[in-house]
Each structure stands twice: as structure tokens, then as C-alpha cells.
């Protein structure tokens, strides 16, 4: 039994079967990737994940409670945190205020800009923040304004931000998505700091198979909708059956 568990989750949009059948099980603290072509139904199955959308039939269980019909809120406060394809962060704030306002959310409850704009900074909140940062190798860059980070340092934000409400799993849908090389290999390093060091369970959605195979233990690969191959990343080297969804090659 793992963390969570999917089970004959299917979504339609109109005459589209989006997701069909789905069935997963992400154990606790290991790293599971999430991987497929375009049009797969990643992106629907994460969002299922996360209470966005509603499956049409199946479960989504956290352990051992449902995710779905809950609010937003009300996952994260489960113990799921969920990292964006593009960074979700408050441009027009500091790092260090970006990072404060989710440490207020763990503390009090509530995820609020009110919470730095119109309450003086409580000396715990500020100490959590600048330890995070500490954490995240982005002490130096705490009082610059968040628009002008470049993308990968934006991931490295948010992710701390995510790891400062101590979720026991963390969802990141293709964290790497328009980074450069050596953006992509220190969000990889850090993400294997994280996975080292903290007592969490991660699952990945990302299409650089470099980011995978260096961080995955376990591979789940979508075709249509349909888990096509769950296996180790050993083993999902030269699969004929990925390499057909893939590369459209002859199984």
C-alpha cells in the first residue's frame, strides 16, 4: 500500500477519454515519475491528484483519505504541496516576504499577502523563512525583488516555499520546463538534497528524461490515458513498448 494510491481513475472531456482506467501507487518517500507523450493525460492525472478535477469514476486516497471534492486549502493541509509548470510566486514581493507567507499559512492557517503587508513580522515567522532560504542556498538573494530571479532560482523559491508547510508529498509538474542546462542540474541537485534529507515522498510529471532517470525510483509511463509500463528505471531503458509510445517505433 502505498502514500497514494490511484485506482481505476477515468476522466472524459466531452467525446474525449482523457484518462482511462488509471491505476498507481506511490510508495512512501521514494521519488515516482510520472512520464508520456504529449496528450498522454500527465497533466489531467495530476490535477485529479490535487482536487482540481474530479475523476468521472475511480479514487484518489492520501493515506487513507480521499482527495477528491476537497478545496485547494484543504489538500495542502493533508500534507500535499503541488509545484507548478510555471513558478507560482508574488513577483512584486521580496524573496524573503515571498517566502514568510506560507510559513504564516502553517502556522495560522490562512495563505494571505495580509499576512506581511498589515501584520508586523512575529519573530518566528521570520526565523522559519530565513532558515528556509538558508536551506534553499537563497539567503543572499532575500531582500531582491522575486520578478527580477532568473527561472531556476524562481523553482528554487517556490519549492522552498512548498517545503516550508512540511508536506509529506510533494507534486511537481515539469519543474524543469524552460530552464537552461545548468538551471535544470542544480534544480536536480537540489531535489536530491530534499529527497536525502527530508522525510518525503515525491512525484515528478516532467518530459526531460535526464531530470527522470537521475531521480526517479520508480517510472510509471501514460499512453492515451492508460498506464502503459510501471516499472523501475533500470528496466525502462530501451522498453519497446515506450520507445513505440514514444518514438512511434514498432513494438
Do not use: W
Not at 8 to 31: C, H, I, M, P, Y
Not at 71 to 94: A, C, Y
Not at 136 to 148: F, G, L, P, V, Y
Not at 206 to 213: G, K, P, R, S
Amino acid at each position: 500500500m502505498g502514500i497514494l494510491e490511484v485506482k481505476n481513475v477515468g476522466k472524459r472531456f466531452g467525446g474525449l477519454q482523457a484518462l482511462g482506467d488509471v491505476n498507481l501507487s506511490v510508495k512512501e518517500n521514494t521519488v515516482h515519475a510520472i512520464i508520456g507523450p504529449n496528450g498522454a493525460g500527465k497533466s489531467t492525472l495530476l490535477n485529479c491528484l490535487v482536487g482540481k478535477l474530479i475523476p468521472d469514476t475511480g479514487s484518489v486516497m492520501f493515506d487513507g483519505q480521499s482527495v477528491l471534492g476537497r478545496k485547494p486549502f484543504e489538500i495542502n493541509q493533508m500534507g500535499i504541496s503541488r509545484v507548478f509548470q510555471t513558478p507560482e510566486i508574488f513577483g512584486d514581493l521580496s524573496v524573503l516576504e515571498n517566502m514568510m507567507i506560507p510559513c504564516f499559512a502553517k502556522r495560522d492557517g490562512a495563505f494571505s499577502l495580509n499576512a506581511i503587508s498589515s501584520v508586523p513580522a512575529q519573530k518566528d515567522v521570520l526565523e522559519k523563512a530565513e532558515a528556509m532560504l538558508e536551506e534553499m542556498n537563497m539567503a543572499d538573494k532575500r531582500h531582491m525583488h522575486s520578478a527580477s530571479l532568473s527561472r531556476g532560482d524562481k523553482r528554487r523559491l517556490e519549492i522552498g516555499m512548498c517545503l516550508s508547510q512540511e508536506p509529506r508529498l510533494l507534486l511537481l509538474d515539469e519543474p524543469t520546463a524552460g530552464m537552461a542546462r545548468a538551471d535544470t542540474n542544480n534544480t536536480i541537485d537540489l531535489l536530491k538534497e530534499i529527497k536525502e534529507q527530508r522525510d518525503i515522498t515525491i512525484a515528478i510529471i516532467e518530459h526531460d528524461m535526464h531530470v527522470v532517470f537521475s531521480l526517479a525510483d520508480r517510472i510509471t509511463v501514460l499512453a492515451q490515458g492508460t498506464p502503459l509500463v510501471e516499472d523501475d528505471p533500470q528496466n525502462i531503458r530501451g522498453n519497446p513498448k515506450v520507445r513505440e509510445a514514444y518514438l512511434g517505433e514498432s513494438a
